[in-house]
T-cell receptor, first 112, second 115 residues
Framework: DAKTTQPPSMDCAEGRAANLPCNHS???????VYWYRQIHSQGPQYIIH???NNETNEMASLIITEDRKSSTLILPHATLRDTAVYYC?????????????FGTGTRLTIIP | DTGVSQDPRHKITKRGQNVTFRCDPI?????LYWYRQTLGQGPEFLTY??????LEKSRLLSDRFSAERPKGSFSTLEIQRTEQGDSAMYLC???WGQGASDEQFFGPGTRLTVL
């Protein structure tokens, strides 16, 4: 699986949009971009995934650049409960590539 | 609650002792994963099961580690002759195994401290 690069930490004011960047310049055509987050003392939690097109669900939006070398996770109205470590993962979901390869992620702190 | 559960949540042991952890996945899920997480790092993959078959093992899984999923339901992870370097959070996850949309659901983890 391709590697990802994320900033180690970010702050965001409560109520504002949190934009978390991720670089994955070596991503291959079959690899999807996945985002998970881990709130302190809990297991990771799935947020969203995408291949080429932008995606949105009840938690977040995922914007993938046209060349697919980077992406941005957007939390539209951040709350204090969004304080967590956010992991950007690229993965080929074909059989034999089942594991998630986590990096060190971005520690997002929401400021009241 | 139908989420992934792990037992125990915390385990303190002395070096050289054996420990066993249990994971109960979401009941309909056929895939079960074990990860290990040390302080300040993201989770690292250890192994995974499709039903009762263990299909992949990481090189991190030394011969002191063994995992089983005897009936394709719950799983156990045993560490023999524990070492201080085994101190970590051990996370279990389960999923449907549905290709790209295969969301892994994680349990709360078992924190192991080896003295």
């Amino acid at each position: 699986d391709a590697k990802t690069t994320q900033p180690p930490s970010m702050d965001c004011a409560e109520g504002r949009a949190a934009n978390l960047p991720c670089n994955h310049s070596t991503i291959s055509g079959n690899e999807y971009v996945y985002w998970y987050r881990q709130i302190h003392s809990q297991g990771p939690q799935y947020i969203i995934h995408g291949l080429k097109n932008n995606e949105t669900n009840e938690m977040a939006s995922l914007i993938i650049t046209e060349d697919r070398k980077s992406s941005t996770l957007i939390l539209p109205h951040a709350t204090l409960r969004d304080t967590a470590v956010y992991y950007c993962i690229v993965r080929d979901p074909n059989f034999g590539n089942e594991k998630l390869t986590f990096g060190t992620g971005t520690r997002l702190t929401i400021i009241p | 609650d139908t989420g992934v559960s792990q037992d125990p949540r915390h385990k303190i042991t002395k070096r050289g002792q054996n420990v066993t952890f249990r994971c109960d996945p979401i009941s309909e899920h056929n895939r079960l994963y074990w990860y290990r997480q040390t302080l300040g790092q993201g989770p690292e993959f250890l192994t995974y099961f499709q039903n009762e078959a263990q299909l992949e093992k990481s090189r991190l899984l030394s011969d002191r580690f063994s995992a089983e999923r005897p009936k394709g339901s719950f799983s156990t992870l045993e560490i023999q002759r524990t070492e201080q370097g085994d101190s970590a959070m051990y996370l279990c996850a389960s999923s449907w195994g549905q290709g790209a949309s295969d969301e892994q659901f994680f349990g709360p983890g078992t924190r192991l401290t080896v003295l």
